[in-house]
């Protein structure tokens, strides 16, 4: 109860002195099913359609937010919080603190032994087509078969063929029990496509669809989504 009292402490202090130029956002994604970095969230079979709201808060070159993931069947429960520092328009670096089905670790504030975080930094430069990332698990959950951290490390290209179409490739650099592999691995290769449909002459209803493989696994995912 202390500690959560500091960080309301800490978060009105915070936000009493950010400047009038300080903004929100919030939003969500509706999925037909919930796979990262090629990995699908519930089990080999792909899950069931997710609702994945986000919320942020921009001040500066600084970002705070959470985003989140449940899924229709209630076997994903994720909450995540994370910070960005935007050094330039195209280079940026992100600590995120990922809580995967919190409902197994009923104390979603336990930090200690036995956490259901993982705290991940990443490094990403995003150009006016080519974009990269270098992600590295380095404390918390994830660990290895004798309980050292994994420090498991996933990059990530991408090449943005026109406005409407990304393509992507991603994979672990390692050993890791979270991307499933011994050593290194391709695990999230495929492309985004996205468009706007037209509701009203004042609404819009963006959709994307996402064509990928986890050559790593000898999987393919189809997901399909809608921006609310």
């Known amino acids: ?23 929100f956002a919030t939003g969500a994604d509706l ?21 994945q709201p986000y919320v942020s808060f921009t001040t500066g070159k600084l970002t ?5 993931s449940g899924s229709f069947s209630g076997n994903v429960k994720e909450v995540d919080l ?26 979603y504030f336990k930090y200690g032994t036995g956490t259901g975080h993982v705290f991940e930094g990443t490094l ?10 270098l992600n590295t698990m380095f404390a918390g959950a994830d660990k290895l078969a004798n309980g050292n951290n994994a420090l498991s490390t996933y990059f990530e290209l991408g090449y943005q063929v026109n406005p409407l ?5 991603g994979g672990s650099l390692a050993n890791s029990a979270t991307y499933g592999t011994t050593g ?28 990928g493989a986890n ?14």
């Open 1 to 23: 109860m202390k500690k959560i009292k500091v960080l309301a402490i800490c978060a009105i202090a915070l936000f009493s002195t950010m400047s009038a130029k300080a903004q």
């Open 31 to 51: 999925v037909t099913s919930y796979v990262w970095r090629g990995i699908p969230q519930e089990g080999s079979n792909g899950g069931t359609p997710n609702i």
């Open 64 to 68: 705070l937010g959470s985003w989140a």
């Open 82 to 107: 994370y910070a960005t520092y935007a050094f330039s328009s195209a280079f940026a670096f992100t600590l995120t603190d990922y809580n995967y089905n919190f409902a197994s670790q009923p104390n």
């Open 124 to 133: 990403a430069y995003t150009g006016s087509a080519f974009s990269a990332s």
């Open 165 to 169: 179409a990304k393509l992507f490739l």
């Open 184 to 211: 290194f691995g391709i695990t999230n290769l495929g492309i985004k496509v996205s468009k706007t449909i037209a509701i009203t002459d004042k609404f819009s209803l963006p959709v994307y669809g996402i064509l």
């Open 215 to 228: 050559p790593y696994a000898k999987n393919a995912f189809f997901v399909a989504g809608i921006t609310l």
